[in-house]
């Protein structure tokens, strides 16, 4: 079944480890997207790709990274993690045409949940 | 900066009776979004309206949108307990290049 795929489902994670959060999808969608949910403040936007080999900053980008070296993988990685990281974390991606962009709904991947001890 | 605002942002209904969830932005926006999400599990997109004075429906679920007043409503029908959920509203910026969503509104349909 075609989709977002999103590993791991869960993590505890010690304060200071690295982590790379994996998102794949096969929809060969062009556009890709990290968001993080916490309770009460809806989902923000952590960093975007809108085509393989670009990226772009969202609402929260400290202390994340992210690469698109090809259109299905879009990992995203803390370098240090901090408590403050704890969250659930989804992916999501769209088919971005180059006209009217935005016509297509961003698709999301099940997410992964993170605790950070 | 792109605000979007949702109310109310907990809803407790009745099943049979009717509802409307309010989304207002901030900035000017022609693509607004609808979600829900079940506890414990991803989004699911429920509608996509493009233009001023879009309405879309499907089963007890109505939204419109108005961009001159940059508000979208989600409109509940007859509510029923399988409608119980978190819906999200995401407007898109005008570059087309990501969603700002709403905090949520929580609904409980009870019996």
């Known amino acids: 079944i075609a989709g977002i795929t999103q590993a791991p489902t869960s993590q505890i994670l010690a304060a200071g480890r690295r982590m790379t959060l994996r998102c794949t999808q096969d929809?060969?969608?062009?556009?890709m997207y990290w968001y993080r949910q916490d309770l009460g403040l809806g989902l923000r936007l952590i960093h975007y790709s809108n085509t393989a080999g670009t990226t772009g900053k969202g609402e929260v980008p400290d202390g994340y990274s992210v690469s698109r070296a090809n259109t299905d993988d879009f990992p995203l990685t803390l370098a240090s993690a901090v408590p403050s990281q704890t969250s659930v974390y989804f992916c999501?991606?769209?088919?971005?045409?180059?006209?009217?962009?935005?016509?297509?709904?961003?698709?999301f991947g099940d997410g992964t949940r993170l605790s950070i001890l | 900066e792109l605000k979007v605002e949702q109310n109310p942002l907990f809803l407790s209904m009745q099943e049979g009776k009717n509802y409307t969830i309010y989304c207002n932005y901030s900035t000017t926006s022609d693509r607004l979004y609808w979600y829900r999400q079940d506890p414990g599990k991803s989004l699911e997109s429920l509608f996509v309206l493009l233009s001023n004075g879009a309405v879309k429906q499907e089963g007890r679920l109505m939204a419109s949108l108005d961009t001159k007043a940059r508000l979208s409503t989600l409109h509940i029908t007859a509510a029923v307990h399988d409608l119980s959920a978190t819906y999200f509203c995401a407007v898109d910026e005008t570059s087309g290049s990501r969603l700002t969503f709403g905090e949520g509104t929580q609904l409980t349909v009870n019996p």
């Open positions: 999501a991606s769209r088919d971005r045409p180059p006209i009217r962009p935005g016509v297509e709904p961003q698709h």
């Open positions: 929809m060969r969608h062009n556009a």
